[in-house]
């Protein structure tokens, strides 16, 4: 289960992130966040409390990067030990802004 709130303030939408995204959670994240992402200049991911992504998920934070590096550019911020070990792994953590 992933349980997202999202804050749009000044073009740059927050989305903080809680629970799982993976293959169950994704496709809905992706389908919210692209509608969510109407009129953002710019994306911040909060994933203090995402307990777990999967390779589903890797590919949601892909396609936000690139839409978002078309415009004002997208962050991850306060990454847990957990979901920042995936994206060393991965290699996503050269692909991604994280703060």
């Not at 709130?5 to 989305?15: H, Q, Y």
């Amino acid at each position: 289960m992933l349980n997202i709130e999202k804050k749009l303030e000044d073009k740059c939408l927050t989305v903080v992130m809680e629970g799982r995204l993976d293959t169950t959670t994704a496709p809905d994240f992706d389908a919210e966040l692209k509608s969510a992402l109407e009129g953002a200049d710019s994306l911040v991911l909060d994933c203090e409390k995402l307990e777990y992504i999967s390779s589903a998920g890797l590919r949601v934070l892909l396609s936000a990067q690139k839409v978002m590096n078309t415009r004002g550019g997208m962050k991850l911020i306060r990454v847990n030990d957990i979901v920042n070990e995936v994206f060393e792994v991965t290699g996503f953590a050269n692909i991604l802004t994280i703060e």
